[in-house]
């Protein structure tokens, strides 16, 4: 079966169901009384007229039919029950009557005695419904009036005649009177109590539509929409949307522990993903850097071995020059290691409090060797003490690189300045070298590693590429700034530490 998206509303249907009850309620009241209140009227006369005929004949028998308290009694029967009555004595004498007309009642009388009527028989405009040895009931027509009547009369006592009977036209108005009321009562009714039938069954179902478009929300992953209840009896729709308040919570939470898990989930893929690229970076550089020492030192040792030359010189220079393959190669290892450490994060930053100024003096005093050899002169003014938050070791190795970066690119004035520059919360730490500037679109490349500028000349110094990987490595680590820049007479490296 094809299932369909229309929306049939609850109060709608509710509504429906109570209007459609109540209408088929008076429509078969109506009709119950259309085909039966007749005849339930019918009954009720001739019970009531059996029983005047019965009180009368009683007190006929007993001899009260002339006094007071009969004449009372059977009045209120006839008005209560809208019936004419006579009683004639043996001498068709009126004995006592309850009519405007006794004289007619006289007359009928004296005809049902003349010609009367015996069994469930028609005789001229008289209908016989039941007979007894001392009462026929029946119902006559009057032709003058065209009404009908339903009649009981008999011989009683002493040759006392007896006649009660009330019009059918009566009857017959009463039901249509009562008919016609019950009509006006159904349309009233129908209308008022459909009227309250929607106001209560949109009481009733508002909750009930509150919770369907909480659902819908939900369907939709929406979870913002809450059931709030302005019921002050708590009942079971009200339980029920505590229940999808709390199940739309527990829903969010989880999507959300599904989203974070699966966010992990995906950084983790990417992650190894760039771990298989950097290892496959890694094995193609490494092969890459070390291929030109191998060589050489298989070249200068295979030498060695077959005694190309014999003076004891030039046997000292190919042993010099193994050696210093060799201490490159256990060098660029070494970075290596630090760089792998770094990067794959095997080691978290130490974050310790200590005075900057003092740890680059410390590190130019250890330095200055060097800087003689190779004729540069370094400048660092004399600063106070310079508070920072950082890994001492770390940033001494920053330092490091980026001072030994400095004296294997020095040109022009061979000059090196370590310069402080206080900013907002944090100092910059630059190391500025005289020459030339990087090449622009190096400059991004420069952090990467094995990169070289000049791949001659870090080849002469014996640079391996991964110096700047490590400051980049470090830096990131202490989640703190770092970069380059080039000026007409030199390049400029610089970090960033916090002071407070």
Same mark, same amino acid.
Not at 85 to 105: F, H, K, Q
Not at 175 to 183: D, G, L, Q
Not at 185 to 203: E, R, W
């Given at each position: 079966?094809?299932?369909?998206?229309?929306?049939?509303?609850?109060?709608?249907?509710?509504?429906? %169901?109570?209007?459609?009850? =109540?209408?088929?309620?008076?429509?078969?009241?109506?009709?119950?009384?259309?085909?039966?209140?007749?005849?339930?009227?019918?009954?009720?006369? @001739?019970?009531?007229?059996?029983?005047?005929?019965?009180?009368?004949?009683?007190?006929?028998?007993?001899?009260?039919?002339?006094?007071?308290?009969?004449?009372?009694?059977?009045?209120?029967?006839?008005?209560?029950?809208?019936?004419?009555?006579?009683?004639?004595?043996?001498?068709?004498?009126?004995?006592?009557?309850?009519?405007?007309?006794?004289? &007619? &009642?006289?007359?009928?009388?004296?005809?049902?005695?003349?010609?009367?009527?015996?069994?469930?028989?028609?005789?001229?405009?008289?209908?016989?419904?039941?007979?007894?040895?001392?009462?026929?009931?029946?119902?006559?027509?009057?032709?003058?009036?065209?009404?009908?009547?339903?009649?009981?009369?008999?011989?009683?006592?002493?040759?006392?005649?007896?006649?009660?009977?009330?019009?059918?036209?009566?009857?017959?108005?009463?039901?249509?009177?009562?008919?016609?009321?019950?009509?006006?009562?159904?349309?009233?009714?129908?209308?008022?109590?459909?009227?309250?039938?929607?106001?209560?069954?949109?009481?009733?179902?508002?909750?009930?539509?509150?919770?369907?478009?909480?659902?819908?929300?939900?369907?939709?992953?929406?979870?913002?929409?809450?059931?709030?209840?302005?019921?002050?009896?708590?009942?079971?729709?009200?339980? &029920?949307?505590?229940?999808?308040?709390?199940?739309?919570?527990?829903?969010?939470?989880?999507?959300?522990?599904?989203?974070?898990?699966?966010?992990?989930?995906?950084?983790?893929?990417?992650?190894?993903?760039?771990?298989?690229?950097? $290892?496959?970076?890694?094995?193609?550089?490494?092969?890459?850097?070390?291929?030109?020492?191998?060589?050489?030192?298989?070249?200068?040792?295979?030498?060695?071995?077959?005694?190309?030359?014999?003076?004891?010189?030039? @046997?000292?220079?190919?042993?010099?020059?193994?050696?210093?393959?060799?201490? $490159?190669?256990? =060098?660029?290892?070494?970075? &290596?290691?630090?760089?792998?450490?770094?990067?794959?994060?095997?080691?978290?930053?130490?974050?310790?409090?200590?005075?900057?100024?003092?740890?680059?003096?410390?590190?130019?005093?250890?330095?200055?060797?060097?800087? $003689?050899?190779?004729?540069?002169?370094?400048?660092?003014?004399?600063?106070?003490?310079?508070?920072?938050?950082?890994?001492?070791?770390?940033?001494?190795?920053?330092?490091?690189?980026?001072?030994?970066?400095?004296?294997?690119?020095?040109?022009?004035?061979?000059?090196?300045?370590?310069?402080?520059?206080?900013?907002?919360?944090? %100092?910059?730490?630059?190391?500025?070298?005289?020459?030339?500037?990087?090449?622009?679109?190096?400059?991004?490349?420069?952090?990467?590693?094995?990169?070289?500028?000049?791949?001659?000349?870090? $080849?002469?110094?014996?640079?391996?590429?991964?110096?700047?990987?490590?400051?980049?490595?470090?830096?990131?680590? =202490?989640?703190?700034?770092?970069?380059?820049?080039?000026?007409?007479?030199?390049?400029?490296?610089?970090?960033?530490?916090?002071?407070?």
């Amino acid at each position: 079966m094809k299932k369909t998206n229309k929306i049939h509303s609850v109060r709608f249907q509710i509504s429906l %169901v109570y209007i459609g009850m =109540m209408v088929g309620t008076f429509v078969i009241c109506l009709l119950i009384n259309i085909f039966f209140m007749e005849r339930f009227y019918i009954q009720n006369k @001739r019970e009531a007229i059996i029983e005047a005929y019965r009180s009368i004949s009683k007190a006929i028998k007993s001899g009260d039919v002339a006094s007071d308290e009969f004449t009372e009694e059977i009045g209120h029967i006839c008005e209560r029950y809208d019936i004419e009555m006579i009683v004639l004595d043996a001498d068709s004498r009126t004995v006592v009557t309850a009519s405007n007309n006794p004289e &007619l &009642l006289s007359q009928i009388l004296w005809e049902n005695m003349i010609n009367p009527s015996y069994g469930d028989t028609l005789i001229g405009d008289r209908t016989v419904i039941d007979y007894a040895d001392d009462y026929t009931l029946q119902i006559d027509l009057d032709r003058e009036t065209g009404r009908q009547y339903l009649e009981m009369w008999g011989l009683v006592g002493e040759g006392n005649l007896v006649l009660v009977r009330s019009t059918m036209e009566s009857i017959r108005d009463n039901v249509a009177i009562s008919n016609t009321f019950m009509m006006y009562v159904a349309i009233i009714a129908i209308v008022v109590g459909s009227v309250l039938i929607l106001f209560i069954s949109k009481k009733a179902t508002d909750p009930i539509k509150k919770l369907y478009l909480i659902s819908d929300d939900m369907k939709k992953l929406n979870f913002e929409a809450k059931y709030v209840s302005d019921n002050p009896y708590r009942n079971e729709i009200d339980v &029920l949307g505590e229940n999808m308040n709390e199940l739309s919570e527990s829903l969010e939470t989880a999507i959300k522990d599904l989203k974070n898990a699966n966010i992990a989930l995906k950084q983790d893929i990417a992650k190894k993903e760039e771990i298989d690229e950097m $290892r496959k970076e890694f094995l193609s550089n490494v092969s890459h850097e070390l291929k030109t020492p191998i060589a050489l030192i298989q070249g200068y040792a295979e030498g060695l071995k077959e005694g190309i030359n014999d003076d004891e010189e030039s @046997r000292n220079f190919y042993c010099e020059v193994i050696m210093d393959e060799a201490s $490159r190669m256990n =060098m660029m290892v070494k970075k &290596l290691m630090t760089l792998n450490s770094l990067e794959f994060g095997n080691e978290s930053a130490n974050m310790e409090r200590f005075d900057i100024v003092e740890l680059i003096r410390n590190y130019l005093r250890s330095a200055a060797m060097l800087a $003689r050899q190779k004729e540069v002169t370094v400048k660092f003014d004399d600063y106070p003490p310079i508070f920072v938050w950082g890994d001492e070791f770390r940033t001494e190795e920053v330092l490091r690189n980026y001072f030994s970066n400095a004296l294997n690119h020095i040109e022009g004035d061979r000059i090196v300045e370590v310069k402080l520059t206080m900013m907002e919360n944090v %100092v910059r730490i630059s190391v500025f070298n005289t020459g030339q500037p990087i090449p622009e679109d190096s400059i991004e490349h420069i952090w990467e590693k094995f990169y070289k500028v000049d791949k001659a000349r870090t $080849r002469e110094y014996g640079g391996s590429g991964i110096g700047l990987s490590i400051v980049k490595a470090i830096m990131d680590s =202490m989640g703190q700034k770092y970069g380059v820049i080039n000026y007409d007479n030199g390049v400029e490296f610089y970090f960033e530490l916090e002071t407070k």
